[in-house]
């Protein structure tokens, strides 16, 4: 499961209007991909459909797809948002991360 804050929830819901998606049928698609300067990155996108395969949750009345593969990495993770001027704006929490770097954009296992 992917949980997900109620600071990210107010900006999500409020980027996928902008973008004309509608944060109550609409998903959330994260996932990770190699790179970076640890190794691994996350990626954050908006989407209306999702595979056979993906995995779908909800939580804080977001829904949230991620693929298999990205699951495995993600699973127990907190999405949340931090912003002002200071703000790293989505930012991952991730329990399974061994090793995060600066800028907390990469990790690895």
Known sequence: MIKVSDSAKTKAVQLM???GFDATK????VGVKSGGCSGLSYELN????HAADDKVFEDNDVRIIVDKKSFLYLV???LEYSGGLNGKGFVFNNPNAQRTCGCGESFSL
């Open 26 to 29: 609409d998903y959330i698609r």
């Open 76 to 78: 127990g993770t907190t």
């Open 46 to 49: 908006f989407d209306d459909t």
């Open 17 to 19: 209007t902008e973008e």
